[in-house]
């Protein structure tokens, strides 16, 4: 019997955990009742063609096919496991995931080509499911939804949580991971009760023994795995067990491995934050689900949360320039109307995270959030990704606002790009938010959205707004502007041509020793506002231009910037 464990990732780079834990799983549990089954993993990307995939699984000649369902992929899985049973006589279509575990009764009387349904954790149902199978009959596996002989949809008890002890390590052999990130678990489960998620219906939190997670992150460092991202939905919600993960990877640093976590940050202490000091640059990254600062939102979202205690440990992880931050809000949350949500964006800008998501609240099916919807005047879209559209108190045509901003800070802010002239523009303007709203409104007026950019053209983008908005503000520079532009475009790229707005070098410009060095003239103005990202600011003398040594053998490994050095300028 043929089994295939499929998967729809949401881009090349992700791995599918899912599905090679169960793989392993039934592997490692080979009796007499499972030997005859083969079992293959077979991952896809949802921006592969779709015709692409089904003829890839149908050559499989497979029994049967487990699709791993997510928000990102529901909908074209339904539409390959429907082609497939029209065209593979006797295949056997099976789901999983989140997508499919809550209502799936619903989900199979919609769609008739679905014979089984695995709610909740795999590994064991898939065993059983896998052992019944030659005798077509499911009664007892607990955690299915199943059509029996007659056709009738039957929903059987739900299945009691493994110990994580009991799940296998995936990675022993990393040559089916090459060019992947490796996703890792120490914990299932969540204690919080956020009403926009579903881990927190589980809140019977389980931990995998520190023996096992040690000797599994020792697999890692050992083969200088370049990235793993640890999935626990909240990776210190037991700090015994975070700081013991945290200490060990500091302790057996391979100079090379980042380990990115999903924390609370209200709940770092002073231990934590002394280990983090001592962290290499680039050992660790973190990322924060802020969501809101408006407390009346964060209560009625049952999410407990220290607003002032995130912003006092971010400022403290920003000072120490070795952990990349990633910080998260949610809009069209309750409570959160458009001024509220500009004035968390604002709160979250001024944190000074590495990167900042502007996301749009999912109401997924079996949250609270969506039995709430009603009360809410929660308006959102029926099919994949059951993104908001509108709510009683922000509209759709305010979040078409946000979704413009939200364009321009992933572009000019979560790019690190622009980092320097992004200092210096954004207090010419009313707030943060402000100017990347008023940027968006720029390229959707001049109808640069959706098009293809060269990455100077980013800049020259960048360029024509400031001279639109602020062209008679009187304490801005044009001249300090485009020396920063200038100092950015080459800091992040040694870049073969000159870029438009430079045209001329406005002095003699000596020749780099190397073929990895790039020197540019830049006004000596521009140098308090790149202090720290220099190696050196005494070199320079009084006069309008400095020289600047861009360095592309040595990169920051946190901010990706490679390594500059100010020279003195000889007239």
């Not at 898939?126 to 199978?133: F, P, R, T, V």
């Not at 491995?257 to 924390?263: I, Q």
Request: proline share 4%; net charge negative.
């Amino acid at each position: 019997m043929k089994i295939i464990l499929a998967a729809l990732n949401a881009k090349y780079v992700h791995s599918n955990l899912a599905v090679h834990a169960l793989e392993a799983y039934v592997n490692n549990r080979k009796d007499d009742k499972l030997k005859n089954a083969e079992l293959c993993v077979r991952e896809f990307t949802i921006n592969h063609n779709l015709d692409m995939i089904l003829q890839s699984l149908y050559r499989e000649k497979a029994d049967i096919i487990a699709f791993s369902c997510y928000i990102w992929n529901i909908r074209e899985i339904l539409s390959i496991a429907n082609e497939l049973k029209k065209i593979s006589c006797g295949i056997r279509i099976w789901l999983g995931g989140p997508e499919v575990s809550y209502d799936s009764r619903k989900l199979m009387n919609e769609y008739p080509f679905i014979d089984v349904i695995m709610r909740g954790e795999g590994e064991v149902t898939l065993c059983e499911l896998i052992k019944a199978e030659a005798h077509t009959t499911y009664d007892g596996i607990r955690g299915i939804t199943y059509r029996n002989s007659c056709g009738d949809i039957c929903e059987n008890e739900e299945r009691s949580p493994m110990s994580l002890d009991e799940a296998p390590f995936i990675y022993n052999d990393l040559s089916k991971f090459d060019n992947r990130i490796l996703c890792y678990e120490t914990s299932r489960g969540c204690p919080f009760s956020c009403s926009y998620c579903l881990s927190s219906i589980d809140k019977s939190v389980r931990f995998r023994s520190m023996d096992l997670v040690k000797k599994e992150l020792s697999f890692f460092l050992d083969n200088n795995v370049r990235q793993v991202k640890f999935i626990d939905r909240t990776f210190n919600c037991n700090r015994k067990h975070a700081l013991a993960i945290w200490r060990y990877i500091a302790e057996h640093d391979n100079g090379i491995t980042n380990f990115h976590f999903e924390v609370s940050l209200d709940l770092i202490e002073e231990e934590e934050l002394d280990l983090f000091s001592r962290m290499r640059p680039g050992l660790i990254q973190l990322e924060i689900g802020l969501q809101s600062t408006n407390p009346d939102t964060l209560k009625e979202i049952r999410r407990v949360t220290n607003i002032e205690k995130i912003r006092g440990n971010m400022c403290r992880i920003a000072s120490l320039n070795n952990i990349h931050t990633h910080l998260d809000l949610i809009a069209g949350l309750p409570y959160e109307d458009f001024a509220s949500f500009k004035k968390s964006f604002n709160d979250a800008y001024d944190m000074k995270p590495n990167q900042l998501q502007l996301g749009f609240l999912k109401v997924l099916k079996g949250s609270y959030m969506e039995e709430m919807a009603p009360y809410y005047g929660l308006r959102y879209q029926d099919c994949q990704p059951y993104e908001v559209l509108g709510t009683k108190w922000i509209s759709y045509d305010e979040i078409l606002k946000l979704k413009q901003a939200e364009e321009m800070v992933e572009v000019y802010y979560n790019s690190s790009q622009f980092e320097h002239v992004l200092s210096y523009l954004i207090p010419h303007f009313e707030s943060p938010y402000r100017f990347y709203e008023l940027l968006g409104e720029y390229y959707y007026n001049n109808s640069l959205f959706g098009i293809g950019f060269r990455r100077e053209s980013r800049y020259e983008a960048l360029r024509c707004f400031a001279s639109e908005h602020l062209a008679n503000v009187d304490d801005f520079s044009a001249e300090i502007f485009e020396s920063l532009l200038t100092y950015d475009y080459y800091l992040r790229e040694n870049a073969k041509r000159r870029p438009p707005w430079t045209k001329e070098q406005p002095v003699k410009t000596p020749k780099a020793t190397s073929r990895m060095m790039h020197i540019e003239p830049l006004v000596s103005e521009i140098v308090p506002l790149i202090r720290g990202s220099c190696d050196r600011q005494e070199a320079v003398v009084n006069g309008k231009y400095i020289y600047c040594l861009f360095d592309y053998e040595k990169k920051d490994p946190v901010s990706g910037n490679f390594h500059t050095k100010l020279l003195t300028y000889e007239k």
